[in-house]
């Protein structure tokens, strides 16, 4: 049985790092990544890898996504945070690389890790 356990989030101020993990087990995946979704508002990408490393524009230069070896671990290093970076964070995993990341096209996904910034 296929599982995403993410763990990391929680409350933080404007500015500050919080570090967000997802352990995959039953299957090892070529492409995780981590999506996000905010209140009344639509899951959107954030970050991922697959043939490639991609960051959703609004995180560029802020965030970092890493693997392990084994890439049964992803990690998403969350740096500067902003109050509109307030979401509950989802890992999501596809068997096969990814070109487009796009929530239909992801295989499996975790419950979610909640992240709030104040201002």
């Known amino acids: 049985q296929v599982q995403l356990v993410e763990s990391g989030g929680g409350l933080v101020q404007a500015g500050d790092s919080l570090r967000l993990s997802c352990v995959s087990s039953?299957?090892?995946?070529?492409?995780m990544g981590w999506f996000r979704q905010a209140p009344g508002k639509e899951r959107e990408f954030v970050a991922g890898?697959?043939?490639?490393?991609n960051y959703a524009d609004f995180v560029k230069g802020r965030f970092t996504i890493s693997t392990d070896n084994a890439k049964n671990t992803v990690h998403l290093q969350m740096n500067s945070l902003k109050p509109e970076d307030t979401a509950r964070y989802y890992c999501?995993?596809?068997?096969?690389?990814?070109?487009?990341?796009?929530?239909?096209?992801?295989?499996?996904w975790g419950k979610g890790t909640l992240v709030t910034v104040s201002s």
């Open positions: 039953g299957q090892t995946f070529s492409s």
């Open positions: 999501a995993a596809k068997a096969g690389f990814l070109d487009m990341w796009s929530p239909k096209n992801m295989d499996y």
């Open positions: 890898i697959s043939w490639t490393t």
